[in-house]
Every structure is written in C-alpha cells, then in structure tokens.
C-alpha cells in the first residue's frame, strides 16, 4: 500500500538492508513546484523563513541513488551553490585528486565500492584538510555510530531532512571558508 501511494504520487521508494545493522527504507516524493510555495516555507508554523544562501561555492554530492542525486542537486542548487556530482566515493575520490574544485564534499555514508562515506570523509581530512564535508544517512544514529570505524566524529545530516536544516548545516560547515 505504502509503494502504492508513494508511486501515484510520483515519487520513488529505496530500500537498503545490512546484515548486523538493518534495514532502511526512504521514500521520495515529489517537490512542490516553486510558483506554488512560497519562497523559503520550510519552518513548522508553515510562515515563510530566510533560508542562507551560498555564494556560488562548489558542493559535491556523492550519492548512488541517482533520483536522491538528482534531488540533492537541485536542492543544493536552489539554496545557491553549484553542484558536481559522483555516484560513489571512489569516483568522488579520484575527481578530488585529479583537480576538482571544491567547497565541500555532502556523501551519503553507505556507498558501493572500495569506499563509503566516512572512508572518503577520512581520506579527505588526511589529504585535502581545507576541505569541508557533511554526511548523510538514513539510517540511526545508534546504528550509524556502530558502523563507522574511524576515530574522528563527522558532521551527519539524517535523512529526511528540510531544505532549512540542509541551509544551515552548509553555512555552518563552510562558515571558515566564507570568511576566508
């Protein structure tokens, strides 16, 4: 019933499962159109807030779903920055190390290949220390925390999140840069 609704509604369900760790569902829907929403609504109260804007910086999303990539995109877009993607941390990885220029890397933290997310998180902090990153999951923190094996804590946006929450957590991070 729910895959049901989800796809008359034109959106899209995934599903990941883990031995040891679980199963996670996310369920996509489409966006409002912008003529229909008024600029920024995203707070609770359904009153209309000032979402930050990027200044043009560089964000690459590093997401294998490609529907949940292409959102993200747009997302990313919509609030300001420009958008590279990849669709695992392995290409994320070398287009870093062939030159790419950017701001901040924004990875889901399950990925196919030799890496995942917080792999790639750990790499760039070893190698490409200015470079800011925030991860994604779906998943629980208890579970999240569980599965990442390295010692550095990482900024983790949970999935669903709001365009307001995505704002603020990229003015956050690239706040440094910004003032640089």
Do not use: W
């Not at 996509?28 to 995203?42: M, N």
């Not at 000032?50 to 609030?79: A, M």
């Amino acid at each position: 019933m729910v895959y049901g609704f989800v796809c008359q509604s034109g959106g899209h369900v995934t599903l990941y499962s883990e031995l040891g760790l679980g199963t996670s569902f996310g369920l996509y829907f489409p966006a409002l159109p912008h003529s229909t929403v008024q600029s920024g609504t995203d707070a609770p109260n359904g009153r209309a807030s000032v979402l930050p804007q990027g200044n043009g910086e560089t964000i690459l999303i590093v997401e294998d779903n490609p529907k949940v990539r292409k959102l993200s995109s747009e997302r990313i877009r919509d609030l300001g920055f420009q958008a590279l993607e990849a669709e695992s941390s392995d290409q994320a990885y070398q287009m870093l190390k062939a030159g790419a220029q950017v701001d901040l890397a924004f990875s889901d933290l399950v990925m196919p290949g030799a890496l995942n997310g917080s792999d790639l998180a750990a790499k760039v902090s070893q190698e490409i220390p200015q470079l800011k990153v925030l991860l994604t999951s779906g998943y629980a923190s208890n579970v999240i925390t569980l599965g990442l094996a390295h010692e550095r804590p990482y900024e983790i946006l949970h999935k669903p999140y709001r365009q307001s929450e995505l704002a603020r957590r990229l003015q956050a991070l690239l706040h440094d840069v910004i003032d640089a």
